[in-house]
């Protein structure tokens, strides 16, 4: 199994694993052996994850002032040179380098421009029975294979908020693929949330689970699942919103950190003053619109194909593809 891809930073600076972890938390100007011990317990355990922290998240952890917090900031982002600019031509050789998961539909992953691209989130929205779990499960086996398969050699954490995981299914996923169901499932971490805020610390406890093994893949089953339900009308909109959008951008930190594809599941409400053309629309609104990367939305054909529409993307053109579910899995 290959080692984890260094972190990459902020502005696209990307110091060596050693050079960032030899400087320890407590030779920052101002951090004690307690506060360093608080924010190893809050999730901040290099240079990297508190140079890319804001303050107040930072002052809440190790129950400090907001003053002292961006003094503790500012040093971990100069001593791990954060911050920097770099020429178009950088990053577009940069994004050479980053990752695809194949989701064993050629189509769909021409639809994607080549597969599920790391350092990104894609949302897979559309009504039950479209095929959205189904695909949560398929690229959590793919990211396991070898990169000319389409896979990038590693494991995945899998929060599952509905209980829709299944691991009968991934066994005959596995198997239609011709690997070892067993050591599959032992690289997939399941987590169940149990509500919003569990849903969010588990990705805190996923952050503490890719600094020991590959993690590649973080998927979420459903996104939207308990912000929907825990709060209800236009009063608890806005709270609803501001935890959702602190939970994506906590997702695309792991995303960035790790160098993993985020792949989430969306449901979907109706409309009813939509008299033409679908009805339905994605949970979330604007806030998840904005972070997701890819949104991929999916709707029903004739059994078993499943038609999916790529809706938003910052690079690739509006388009759709079909797939279908068979016993094996994803396939053409």
């Known amino acids: 199994m290959p080692s984890k891809p260094a972190p990459r930073g902020a502005g696209g ?4 694993p050693d050079e960032r972890t030899e400087i320890a938390l407590e030779d920052l100007p101002g951090v004690g052996t307690t506060t360093a011990e608080k924010l190893r317990e809050s999730g901040y355990t290099d240079l990297m994850e508190l140079a890319v922290a804001s303050p107040g998240d930072v002052a809440e952890a190790a129950e400090i002032g907001t003053v002292i917090a961006q003094r503790i900031i500012g040093e971990a982002r100069r001593r791990a040179d954060v ?4 020429s178009g031509a950088a990053v577009l050789e940069r994004r050479k380098h980053l990752g695809r998961i194949t989701t064993n539909a050629k189509a769909l992953d021409e639809l994607l421009g080549g597969g599920v ?6 949302e897979f929205s559309g009504e039950f029975g479209t095929g959205k779990t189904q695909l949560g499960h398929q690229i959590a086996v793919d990211v396991q ?3 000319a398969q389409g896979g990038l ?4 954490v899998y929060i599952d908020t509905e209980s829709t995981f299944r691991p009968e299914r991934i066994v005959d996923m596995a198997k239609g693929l011709g690997v070892d169901p067993a050591a599959t499932l032992e690289r997939i971490h399941v987590a169940r949330a149990f509500n919003s805020n569990h849903q969010m610390l588990l990705v805190q406890k996923a952050q503490e689970l890719a600094r020991e093994k590959p993690i590649r893949l973080l998927v979420v089953d459903s996104l939207t699942s308990h912000f929907r339900s825990e709060y209800v009308g236009r009063a608890e909109l806005a709270p ?11 997702l695309l930190r792991f995303a960035d950190t790790y160098n993993a594809a985020i792949v989430v599941t969306n449901q979907v409400s109706a409309r009813p003053d ?3 053309g679908d009805p339905t629309r994605p949970i979330g609104g604007n806030i998840v619109a904005h972070a997701a990367t890819y949104r991929i939305y999916l709707r029903k054909s004739k059994p078993p194909r499943r038609i999916a529409r790529l809706i938003d993307s910052p ?3 509006e388009g759709e593809a079909v797939f279908s579910l068979t016993g094996e899995g994803i396939r053409d």
């Open 117 to 122: 691209e790391t350092q990104a989130i894609t």
């Open 274 to 276: 939509i008299l033409f």
């Open 153 to 156: 050699e590693g494991e995945v």
């Open 315 to 317: 690079n690739l053109p």
């Open 240 to 250: 609803r919103q501001q935890l959702l959008n602190k939970h994506l951008h906590e």
């Open 145 to 147: 294979q070898p990169v």
């Open 13 to 16: 600076s990307s110091a060596p």
């Open 83 to 86: 911050g920097g600019f770099e």
